[in-house]
């Protein structure tokens, strides 16, 4: 069956870096766009960033634009986010998605905590 698995996220000091990354299996990782959303307390789960299934063509809330970058190794079954430049605002649980014929997989969820 469909597992995605995150890690990576902890607690950063505003400014700080931090690289999530997703575990795919069960399905062929190299054929679907894969997404990272992330849902903070008393908020909606928002869309942060997506990349296809190449790898070629990436997409990013305007929040995150230059500060986050999605990348993929379609080898290891593996989505990366690479967070830069955190803000307390960045603050959430951040989760791994893939959409396979019209059904939607979740992770279970990273938290990342921005604070110093």
């Known amino acids: 069956q469909v597992q995605l698995v995150e890690s990576g996220g902890g607690l950063v000091q505003p400014g700080g870096s931090l690289r999530l990354s997703c575990a795919a299996s069960?399905?062929?990782?190299?054929?679907?766009?894969m997404s990272w959303y992330r849902q903070a307390p008393g908020k909606e789960r928002e869309l942060v960033a997506v990349i296809c299934d190449t790898g070629s063509r990436r997409n990013y809330a305007d929040s995150v634009k230059g500060r986050f970058t999605i990348s993929r190794d379609n080898a290891k079954n593996l989505v990366y986010l690479q967070m830069n430049s955190l803000k307390a605002e960045d603050a959430a649980v951040y989760y791994c998605?893939?959409?396979?014929?019209?059904?939607?997989?979740w992770g279970q969820g990273t938290q990342v905590t921005v604070s110093s």
């Open positions: 069960g399905f062929i990782f190299s054929s679907y766009a």
């Open positions: 998605q893939c959409r396979i014929l019209r059904h939607d997989y």
